[in-house]
Nanobody, 127 residues
């Protein structure tokens, strides 16, 4: 399994970014996928999760209405569209696959489960 994020950078408060994650070694049809983030001095947290079978998403309250997640099965790529960014969104963002489950679970929010991670891409939002 390999996951490679891209698209991070520096953006102003209220701006937008789209992160991409190129995946290999597994199928999006078989496992839940997700985006996570970790700010300095904080624990890693789930942002958005997508279940394998129906593509339904599970988001956390802090990003609801601002962030969306999508996948392109033909390209084996997942995306995180981030709008209305805030300084508190500043973090290292990771894409991941849960090799133990095809469905998103509540444990996703605390980054628990059988997740395999990419190396991360930095997002910095300036005020």
């Amino acid at each position: 399994v390999q996951l490679v994020e891209s698209g991070g950078g520096l953006v102003q408060d209220g701006g937008s970014l789209r992160l991409s994650c190129a995946a290999s070694g597994f199928s999006f049809d078989d496992y839940a996928i997700g985006w996570f983030r970790q700010a300095p001095g904080k624990e890693r947290e789930g942002v958005l999760c997508m279940s394998a079978y129906d593509g339904s998403t599970y988001d956390v309250e802090s990003v609801r209405g601002r962030f969306t997640m999508s996948r392109d099965n033909a390209k084996n790529t997942m995306y995180l569209q981030m709008n209305s960014l805030k300084p508190e969104d500043t973090a290292l963002y990771y894409c991941a696959v849960d090799l133990e489950d095809e469905w998103c679970r509540e444990t996703f929010e605390s980054a628990r489960g059988g997740w395999s991670w990419g190396q991360g891409t930095q997002v910095t939002v300036s005020s």
